[in-house]
């Protein structure tokens, strides 16, 4: 007597059903279990400048093929020289800012059980270059190249009295003098003739063309006075900065306000609700104001005529083929 065809079919298919579980099962683990080690790559050199980033990816070993894993990646010697991105939070990638200094940074990952460490060596800084002080004050050294150069180009003038006064506080109105006299220097503007845009600054006042054409451009709010005689702050600068030649310097870089944003707080003290959050971390990224040792910014801190100097030393050292 024949048995019925329809429990056998099922038996059958119970069978093969078990049979594709188990080889599933056998897959996965030993796909998992074919991960042999990781390496921390980066896309360039370990070897990189003060003030550089560094893009890094976590590469996993499976023998016969490599692909980027995702891992945990933190700085376990150097902390002092630079710091990681906010991109780097369980990330098959990772970029890392180095800070104005030499020295060795080692980045440690781990991921499904492996770990890799690899050291970034940052160069010293070049020495100052020794400059002929064209002033009747003293300037300091770390400022001299800046402060000579932009002297040369007639962007800096100094006073009546022959001094340049590096440690005075910087003003609105000798901000704004400086950078248009910078960007006219590297013809990326034109000089302007307007109206008197602000009652306290009236025709015939030094800042009067540097105010017209930065408020012609819609770099400056819509107020009616500008205060030219009062310090400037660091947030301020950067908020110009930003305004006037942050995209353009970002294009350059190959940059987009986007991987700025995504790239998280860049100062301790400049959170991403911060009103100069943007402006602070795009100014960093293409290397205008770089914050202090500590990771601080000091946005409401005021700055002085020798820092002001380096600022727009470096726009006319970025600026000369991009502006």
Not at 127 to 139: G, L, M, R, T
Not at 141 to 167: F, M, Q, T
Not at 273 to 285: E, G, K, L, N, Q
Not at 287 to 293: A, D, E, Q, S, V
């Amino acid at each position: 007597m024949m048995e019925p065809m329809a429990p056998r079919v099922i038996l059958g298919l119970l069978l093969l059903a078990s049979m594709a579980f188990i080889s599933s099962y056998s897959l996965g683990a030993n796909n998992l279990a074919g991960l042999r080690g990781i390496e921390i790559r980066p896309y360039g050199d370990f070897t990189i400048d003060p003030g550089e980033s560094l893009l890094m990816t976590i590469e996993g070993d499976y023998a016969t093929y490599t692909v980027p894993v995702r891992g945990a990646w933190r700085i376990t010697g150097g902390e002092e020289y630079g710091w990681l991105t906010a991109r780097c939070d369980a990330s098959k990638s990772c970029e890392f800012q180095a800070g104005d200094y030499g020295g060795e940074v080692t980045i440690y990952v781990d991921a499904n059980g492996l770990s890799d460490e690899q050291t970034i060596h940052i160069r010293k800084p070049a020495a100052p270059k020794p400059v002929k002080n064209p002033f009747s004050d003293a300037i300091p050294d770390w400022a001299g190249e800046p402060i000579v150069e932009l002297k040369n180009r007639s962007i800096l003038r100094g006073y009546d009295d022959g001094r340049y006064g590096a440690g005075e506080l910087l003003t609105r109105g000798q901000l704004l003098t400086i950078f248009y006299r910078t960007l006219v220097s590297l013809h990326a503007i034109q000089p302007v003739s307007c109206q008197q845009v602000y009652k306290d600054v009236p025709a015939g006042h030094y800042a009067f063309d540097a105010a017209c054409a930065f408020r012609k451009n819609g770099w400056m709010d819509s107020l009616s006075t500008l205060s030219p005689d009062e310090p400037v702050s660091r947030g301020e600068t950067a908020s110009l900065l930003n305004r006037a030649i942050g995209s353009t310097l970002l294009k350059a870089k190959n940059k987009s306000l986007a991987d700025v944003i995504d790239s998280g707080q860049v100062f301790s003290d400049v959170p991403v609700s911060h009103p100069y959050f943007i402006d602070t971390a795009v100014t960093r990224t293409v290397g205008l104001m770089k914050g202090n040792p500590d990771r601080t910014f000091g946005p409401e801190k005021t700055l002085n005529r020798a820092e002001a100097a380096t600022i727009f030393y470096r726009v006319i050292q970025g600026g000369s083929s991009t502006l």
